[in-house]
């Protein structure tokens, strides 16, 4: 059973930065292929990025394509979502995600395990 826990979310003023954790426990993590999904009220959960288990596949949603980055750092069992240049439309609650393979999907009912998520909030 792997526990995902996020952190670093917070209220940004439009075309501010903040740099997402997702620190992982309980399992494997270099064995785990991770994401990050975000949701914004009254709309469904969207994909935001995604890398494979190796780190040296990455994956973008076009929306964000450009501004955000996401990384990861095995030897911490920790994957990162870096947001530059934020707009208001990337308000959401920002979850990551593991999925027990090594390759990455864009699809959220391929992962397994979820975190509980992290508000982000960019005023205009």
């Known amino acids: 059973q792997v526990q995902l826990v996020e952190s670093g979310g917070g209220l940004v003023q439009t075309g501010g930065s903040l740099r997402l954790s997702c620190a992982a426990s309980?399992?494997?993590?270099?064995?785990?292929?991770m994401g990050w999904f975000r949701q914004a009220p009254g709309k469904e959960r969207e994909f935001v990025a995604a890398i494979s288990s190796s780190g040296r596949s990455t994956a973008y949603a076009n929306s964000v394509k450009g501004r955000f980055t996401i990384s990861r750092d095995n030897a911490k069992n920790t994957v990162y979502l870096q947001m530059n240049s934020l707009k208001p439309e990337d308000t959401a609650v920002y979850h990551c995600?593991?999925?027990?393979?090594?390759?990455?999907?864009?699809?959220?009912?391929?992962?397994?395990?979820w975190g509980q998520g992290t508000q982000v909030t960019v005023s205009a």
């Open positions: 995600a593991a999925r027990g393979a090594f390759y990455i999907s864009e699809d959220a009912s391929t992962y397994d395990y």
């Open positions: 309980g399992g494997t993590f270099s064995n785990y292929a």
